[in-house]
């Protein structure tokens, strides 16, 4: 590792990979992942890739008002209107690098139609879309001599002088390594492991979003989260793994604990409504009907078509003893995805100076109060490569580079954490901020958060991936709440 990069990238999801390809060979770029590469949400990506990629029966205009509906309308409307029209190019830019999108007998691409979406226009791979994405993009990055991939290495710091940053890295022994950069390109994801259940990966504890606090940068609506109403209802997994909102685009449907149909009687678009509203729908009658069970039938569409579909999905619920092709899914809303986050302008610009978010862990404006399913990927996209050319160009414009010095390594060692933390703040959070929040609850648990908060910044502990991470999730945890508090007192 060198002393000093011009880019680093925190980040091995699509937003990260497809930010550092970017680059030109001269442009020496840092690309941290603090897992394995494959870890991430992006990895875990099922359905697919909103794009307008037919304009004889789709229109941008159409895109972007879907997006917007989704979004209650709380979205910035000009980052949507540039996710749409810049969005395509960048999911053919996929196609030509090689993800092998499936394919009509013609050989243009299948498009899907996923909930909140006028038209079919999700582009996939089967249903482990984001695997494809991420296999592909690395396989490209690896091609980039330029870019120096570390693996199991983890952000713990990062420090701003005039000239970039100095980041502190926890390297895969344990031990600390300083180094620099000119620009740093945020990209670690979301924050569903502050939850106690979530279809998100374990890499998805808000570090990003907690540094960028730290050194100040503005964070909005980070407890506008997306709750996704079909997650398998696992009896004791916290990681729930997802049943895509493209099984309910081709036909099934949702039923309550005495195999009736249900979600009509909350919304006319049934099934097919926006994440949120599906929610809602399901915690409402599992109010009135006094029971969590829940299920999902896809049984009517045969098992040929099932299980060339939905072969991830087929293959995970045939672990858990269900065979979806002759059995109800047991399903549940959980934590699924963050709208909000560090906020940026249209080229992923934080209000650091030389600090840029992408991704998850960013707040384009895009989602609005709810995602609408499939703009996820298209965005971690389009504003990871724009990211790139902003960064870009301010390199050509300024070749000079002066971080100043610092060390080679910094002493990590202290008290050992306590047990605990993680697990009260995810009960915490779990209980007054779900799908119907309960605002109630929030100053007592708000409260408790930052003792914890507290003890973890004053306690002198060891800083390793445990400390770390709990001081994210601590970190979110009080943001979320303080917002929630803020929300309800305007009100
Ligand atoms: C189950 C599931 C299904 C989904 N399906 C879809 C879909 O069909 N379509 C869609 O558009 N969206 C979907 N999403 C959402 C979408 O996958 C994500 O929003 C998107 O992939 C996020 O990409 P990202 O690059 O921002 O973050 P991620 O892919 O999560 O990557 C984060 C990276 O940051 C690294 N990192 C984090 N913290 C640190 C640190 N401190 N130091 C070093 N590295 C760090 C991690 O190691 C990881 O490499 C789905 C999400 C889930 C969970």
Not at 7 to 27: K, N, R, T
Not at 63 to 87: C, F, I, P, R, W
Not at 193 to 212: C, W
Not at 438 to 445: G, I, L, R, Y
Request: proline share 4%; hydrophobic share 40%.
């Amino acid at each position: 590792m060198k002393k000093q990069y011009d880019v680093l990238i925190v980040g091995s999801g699509a937003a990260g990979l497809y930010a550092a390809i970017q680059f030109p060979p001269q442009v020496e770029v840092l690309l941290l992942s603090k897992r394995e590469l494959t870890l991430s949400n992006s990895s875990l990506a099922q359905g697919g890739v909103a794009a307008v990629l037919d304009l004889q029966n789709d229109a941008y205009a159409l895109h972007v008002q879907d997006t917007l509906t989704a979004g209650k309308s709380k979205n910035n409307v000009q980052a949507v209107e540039v996710l749409v029209q810049e969005g395509p190019g960048d999911v053919l830019r996929l196609k030509e690098i090689g993800v092998d999108f499936d394919r009509e007998a013609d050989g243009t691409l299948q498009k899907t139609l996923e909930a909140g979406h006028s038209r079919h226009r999700i582009v996939h791979h089967k249903d482990s879309t984001g695997k494809a994405i991420v296999d592909t993009l690395l396989a490209e990055v690896k091609r980039h001599p330029n870019v120096t991939i570390c693996e199991n290495t983890l952000l713990y710091s990062l420090e701003k002088r005039e000239g970039g940053f100095v980041a502190g890295l926890l390297m895969p022994d344990g031990s600390s390594r300083l180094t620099s950069a000119r620009f740093c390109l945020l990209a670690t994801g979301g924050i569903g492991r502050v939850y106690q259940y979530t279809t998100n990966s374990a890499i998805a504890t808000g570090d990003g979003i907690t540094l960028a606090h730290r050194l100040g940068a503005k964070i909005r609506h980070l407890s506008w989260i997306q709750f996704h109403p079909t997650a398998f209802a696992a009896e004791n997994d916290r990681e729930r793994f997802l049943i895509s909102e493209a099984v309910r685009g081709e036909g099934a449907v949702l039923l309550n604990c005495d195999g009736e149909r249900f979600a009509e009687k909350y919304d006319p678009r049934g099934e097919l409504a926006p994440r949120d509203v599906v929610s809602n729908a399901i915690i409402l009658e599992s109010r009135f009907k006094h029971s969590e069970k829940f299920y999902l039938d896809i049984t009517h569409k045969g098992a040929a078509f099932v299980k060339n579909r939905f072969p991830m999905i087929y293959e995970n619920c045939l672990k858990e003893k269900i065979d979806i092709t002759t059995q109800w899914i047991p399903v549940f809303p959980c934590q699924h995805y963050l709208m909000g986050g560090i906020d940026v302008d249209l080229y992923a610009r934080t209000s650091i100076d030389r600090l840029y978010a992408a991704g998850e862990c960013s707040h384009t404006g895009v989602h609005g109060a709810n995602r609408l399913a499939s703009n996820s990927l298209l965005e971690a996209l389009v504003f990871s490569r724009r990211a790139a050319e902003d960064i870009l160009k301010r390199l050509q414009e300024d070749p000079s580079a002066d971080i100043g010095e610092f060390p080679d390594s910094e002493d990590l060692s202290g008290a050992p954490l306590p047990h605990g933390h993680r697990t009260e703040i995810r009960r915490l959070i779990q209980d007054c901020h779900f799908v119907i929040p309960e605002p109630d609850k929030v100053p007592e648990s708000l409260q408790r958060i930052r003792e914890i908060l507290d003890d973890l910044e004053t306690g002198g502990y060891e800083v390793n991936r445990d400390f770390v991470e709990a001081r994210s999730l601590a970190t979110v945890a009080a943001i979320i709440l303080e917002e929630v508090m803020e929300e309800h007192d305007a009100e």
